[in-house]
């Protein structure tokens, strides 16, 4: 079995100032790694993902997360936010080489941008 | 637009009664996953369907039931329904390997 830890549920942070959402895994076996997000009253959108090769991934609107084998984290960052970035953000993981591949969820960290 | 598409957006309906919520995955898309969000237990697989055929579990209540059509579609049946039932149920879809994509969600409330 897997699990996901968010260590943070809420993270208030000012327009232009870096954030880091912090995301911990468990598993008996090797695991794909995903962040999601989702903006409020929507569905889940993919921010990133993490499949195989380079531990560092991503997005095109300027988010980043490193896959730390050893310390099974998939941190996410950005170095500068907006106003526009303010949604729920959720870290996810799915067994590689199982039957069927379910997400399991951590419990997602609130980001909220202040002007 | 994920190109996954759910219906209905939102579900009123009294405890006791029986739901259908529908899901038709991004063309070319084999499998179909339902999730059940809610405020106490968070994101919630429940189960997964591969050409029709169920390939995984999660922690489904037996008053819920799913299938997957030839055309693809599925139906997700909540029956007997509690407060406690009421979620935001999303339905999401993929190839073999990789992300999934999302639908907007169906919001439940069961009154």
């Known amino acids: ?115 | 637009d994920s190109g996954v598409t759910q219906t209905p957006k939102h579900l009123i309906t009294a405890t006791g009664q029986r739901v259908t919520l529908r899901c038709s995955p991004r063309s070319g898309d084999l499998s179909v996953y339902w999730y059940q969000q809610s405020l106490d237990q968070g994101l919630q697989f429940l189960i997964q369907y591969y050409n029709g055929e169920e390939r995984a579990k999660g922690n489904i209540l037996e008053r819920f039931s799913a299938q997957q059509f030839p055309d693809l579609h599925s139906e997700l049946n909540l029956s007997s329904l509690e407060l406690g039932d009421s979620a935001l149920y999303f339905c999401a879809s993929s190839v073999e390997i990789g992300e999934q994509f999302f639908g907007p969600g169906t919001r439940l409330t069961v009154l």
Not at chain 1, 30 to 40: A, D, E, K, M
Not at chain 1, 55 to 78: C, D, M, P, W, Y
Request: aromatic share 12%; proline share 4%.
């Open chain 1, 1 to 115: 079995a897997q699990s996901v830890t968010q260590l943070d549920s809420q993270v208030p942070v000012f327009e232009e100032a870096p954030v880091e959402l912090r995301c911990n895994y468990s598993s008996s076996v090797s695991v794909y790694l995903f962040w999601y997000v989702q903006y409020p009253n929507q569905g889940l959108q993919l921010l990133l993902k993490y499949l195989s090769g380079s531990t560092l991934v991503e997005s095109i609107n300027g988010f980043e997360a490193e896959f730390n084998k050893s310390q099974t984290s998939f941190h996410l960052r950005k170095p500068s936010v907006h106003i526009s970035d303010t949604a729920e953000y959720f870290c996810a993981v799915s067994m590689i080489k199982a039957a069927g591949n379910k997400l399991t969820f951590g419990g997602g960290t609130r980001v909220l941008v202040k002007p």
